[in-house]
């Protein structure tokens, strides 16, 4: 995906606003309001937490407007929360 493509969200969006695991392939992660991640998972490998890799104190929330995109050639494919809602940017 574009980098344009990206940020207008081209590919559509699915919104997260439970602690029930969301399996989407997705871009980016768009946090909506304040937010815990329990999981994030990359690249359809079950079971992986990479969250740690994309935020650096991963037991607290991460504020509204926060735009958490894949590292290289990764996407991804399942997330977890805690508490919050966050719009997964679907396409890879």
Do not use: H, W
């Amino acid at each position: 995906m574009t980098d344009s493509g990206l940020i207008a969200a081209a590919g559509g969006t699915y919104i997260v606003n439970n602690t029930t695991e969301v399996e989407k392939q997705c871009a980016g992660i768009y946090v909506i309001e304040e937010t815990v991640f329990l999981r994030i998972e990359a690249n359809g490998a079950t079971g992986t937490d990479v969250k740690a890799d994309y935020i650096q104190t991963p037991e607290t929330s991460i504020k509204a407007g926060t735009l958490i995109t894949p590292i290289g050639d990764q996407y991804f494919s399942a997330v977890t929360l805690t508490s919050g809602s966050v719009a997964l940017i679907l396409g890879i």
